[in-house]
């Protein structure tokens, strides 16, 4: 079993930035890519960014492409979200989540582990 814990979520102004965290214990050696997802009020969960836990492969949804960076670190089994220039239609609940699949997928399918989410609020 695996267990995510999100954090690093709150209210930001548009324009500014935060840092989410995503602490990951259990069964991580079967753990071989994480993602992170989002969902908004009244929308589907919709991907946002993913990473191949060893190579660091990255991809990233269009909307965020140029704002937001993934990124791990290895020693404290730790992913991260680090969005910059946000914007209000960023607003919404973000998971973490864990694939044992190595490929960067951006299918929800694939993710066999999620957190609890975090919330991010973007005033204007």
């Known amino acids: 079993q695996v267990q995510l814990v999100e954090s690093g979520g709150g209210l930001v102004q548009a324009g500014g930035s935060l840092r989410l965290s995503c602490a990951a214990s259990g069964r991580t050696f079967d753990t071989h890519g994480m993602g992170w997802f989002r969902q908004a009020p009244g929308k589907e969960r919709e991907f946002v960014a993913t990473i191949n836990w060893s190579a660091g492969v990255t991809r990233y949804a269009d909307s965020v492409k140029g704002r937001f960076t993934i990124s791990r670190d290895n020693a404290k089994n730790t992913m991260y979200l680090q969005m910059i220039s946000l914007k209000p239609e960023d607003t919404a609940v973000y998971y973490c989540?864990?694939?044992?699949?190595?490929?960067?997928?951006?299918?929800?399918?694939?993710?066999?582990?999620w957190g609890q989410g975090t919330q991010v609020t973007v005033s204007s």
């Open positions: 989540a864990a694939s044992r699949v190595s490929a960067v997928t951006i299918y929800r399918g694939q993710y066999a582990y």
